[in-house]
Nanobody, 126 residues
């Protein structure tokens, strides 16, 4: 089994920054894609960012492009989401997810991810 634990969420003023971390443990698979998704109250879960197992390919939702950066440290089995210039509309529970299938190109559909963390709350005040 794979366990994913997010951390780093919290309260921040608009324009501020947060850095989310997701630590993977257990059967993490030798090559995996990792993604970040978020879900705001009353809304469906949406894609935020994804990164290939090598770290060489990344995708971002248009809503966060230029503000968020996804990265990973395979030696630490950890993926990060650096969030800058935060806006109130970024308020959501953020989830990290793991796709174990070893594709070179990461997927942006939540259905591709088999393992999910418990989520971490990000609240951006105006």
């Amino acid at each position: 089994q794979v366990q994913l634990v997010e951390s780093g969420g919290g309260l921040v003023q608009a324009g501020g920054s947060l850095r989310l971390s997701c630590a993977a443990s257990g059967r993490t698979f030798s090559r995996n894609s990792m993604g970040w998704f978020r879900q705001a109250p009353g809304k469906e879960r949406e894609f935020v960012a994804a990164i290939s197992w090598s770290g060489g390919i990344t995708y971002y939702a248009d809503s966060v492009k230029g503000r968020f950066t996804i990265s990973r440290d395979n030696a630490k089995n950890t993926v990060y989401l650096q969030m800058n210039s935060l806006k109130p509309e970024d308020t959501a529970v953020y989830y990290c997810a793991l796709d174990p299938r070893g594709w070179v190109v990461p997927k942006i559909s939540s259905s591709a991810y088999d393992y999910w963390g418990q989520g971490t709350q990000v609240t951006v005040s105006s």
